[in-house]
């Protein structure tokens, strides 16, 4: 009787084992396993002006740092450019200065020399012009003497109040708005100097951030059209991993969550990553993502950020994404 009983008791136990072990995987969370690619950003590099490429200092392959010199164009044409400009300036600075300087003392000496001049003769033809008419009066002269005198008489007025009035324009100097516009003149010239320097400034090509050289599409001696793609650089940071989570698990992926980056090469020593962006759209799963659970759902984009990322990830690679659990809670 005592074998039957131990043998019954120990299948209970055994199922007591087993149904606490089942309930245990069923009530504990299950590890979320995502799919996706890293996504490293690439930069089309070109100069901001045209003209003939003198150099490039990189290859293919070569790793650049930020601020670097990857290539020049012939600058010849764009010094020239700023001399002329500088030039302008120049001209434009002198005539503004003599626009507020006003007209010389010798300009207004022979000004005022002309006023008197033109006084003297009108004082002339006035007396004449007088004595013409006591003349008249006493029927000794004509009457086409008199109107000649008269004529002269007003010529020399008009002639006094034309250097009078050229007298006043000396001794003013010139109107306000002449200074203005003197001085738009120089506000222009100082922009096209900027504009120069800016544009021989730009026949420099450096790298925006540090990365790795993908392509290099010309060499020394072709001529480029300003915005023309020279190199292609892949940015050395951030790098993400774009990955699609289905809505039943939407919840569990949120900004901020801590996830582990998995590669092939490294299967034992994961990356460590945290969700970025949460896409608010859905939209249907990709052709990347290798998951026959996930093909027919709709899915919501996620941007990882690797955060200790090296050069064992590169663009496009696969990956696989599980759900740091112990920092997330249900």
Known sequence: MKKPLLIVGALVVIAAIV?????????????????????????????????????LSVDEGDAVRKGQTLGTLDRAPYENALMQAKANLATAEAKLDLAKAGYREEEIAQAQAAVNQA???????????QRQQGLWKSRTISANDLENARSSRDQALASLKSARDKLSQFKTGNRPQEIAQAQAGVDQAKAQVAQAELDLHDTTLVAPSPGTLLTRAVEPGSMLNAGSTALTLSLTRPVWVRAYVDERNLH?????????????????????????????????????????????????RLRIIVTDADDGLRQGMPVTVTFDESRHEQ
């Open 119 to 129: 006084e003297a003769a009108y004082q002339y033809a006035q007396n004449f012009w």
């Open 252 to 300: 569990r992926a949120t900004p901020g969550q801590q996830v582990q980056v998995w590669t092939d090469g490294r299967p034992d020593k994961p990356y460590t990553g945290k969700i970025g962006f949460v896409s608010p759209t859905a939209e249907f799963t990709p052709k990347t993502v290798e998951t026959p659970d996930l093909r027919t759902d709709l899915v919501y």
């Open 19 to 55: 149904g606490g072990w089942m309930w245990y995987q069923h009530s504990r969370p299950q590890t979320l396993t995502l799919y996706g690619n890293v996504d490293i950003r690439t930069v089309n590099l070109s100069f901001r002006v045209g003209g003939r490429l003198a150099s």
